[in-house]
């Protein structure tokens, strides 16, 4: 067998096979189903503080559907245990307004549509990476002036909630 023929037949081959699993093993793609960004052998624990209903007009549950609701985004949407102090994490704040909008108007003059507006001031710290900040997060929502506040607000104020705890959940942990 000639010099050739043993190069193409035995050592081309093994070449190719060696380079191939070289860059399998050397090639490393990282998935997160969360969308979290976070390095859990340096950040463990995060601290959410209660976060108080200081709107001039709000509604009495909100404050607690908010506490109960980014405790649980961040508990079920992480690894990160939750403290009362000290977290690797910290976020702190107050929902800042909770208002009503005439959103359009029918042809009697009468508001045919009301806008809900519902802000919240977030305060957060990164004790690991000393990144701090300090944001307001809002979402909106519109009802049929037909119906009275008090039979959608609580289903509104739901959806608007989920809304900013996902702005806050993406501004705080995720790589968005």
């Known amino acids: 067998m000639t010099p050739t023929k043993i190069f193409v037949r035995f050592v081309l081959p093994t070449a190719l096979l060696v380079a191939t699993l070289w860059l399998v ?11 979290t960004n976070i390095n859990y052998d340096v950040t463990k624990t995060i601290q959410i503080d209660k976060i108080a209903n200081r709107a001039p007009y709000g509604w009495a549950p909100m404050e607690a559907m908010m506490n109960n609701k980014i405790q649980d985004k961040y508990a079920n949407g992480t690894r990160l245990r939750i403290v009362k102090r000290g977290g690797d994490l910290q976020i702190a704040g107050e929902i800042t307004s909770y208002d009503q909008f005439n959103k359009a108007v029918s042809a009697d003059g ?12 977030i305060r957060f710290k990164n004790t690991k990476t000393n990144q701090q900040w300090e944001r307001q ?8 002036a037909t119906q ?13 909630l989920e ?9 705080t942990v995720a790589d968005w």
């Open 110 to 121: 009468y508001s045919s549509q009301v806008q809900l507006k519902l802000s919240v001031n």
């Open 163 to 171: 809304d900013i705890i996902d702005q806050i959940f993406n501004a």
């Open 25 to 35: 093993v050397s090639c490393s793609i990282s998935y997160s189903f969360t969308g």
């Open 148 to 160: 009275s506040l008090s039979a959608v607000q609580e289903t509104l104020v739901d959806q608007m």
């Open 137 to 144: 997060f809002s979402a909106t929502t519109q009802y049929d």
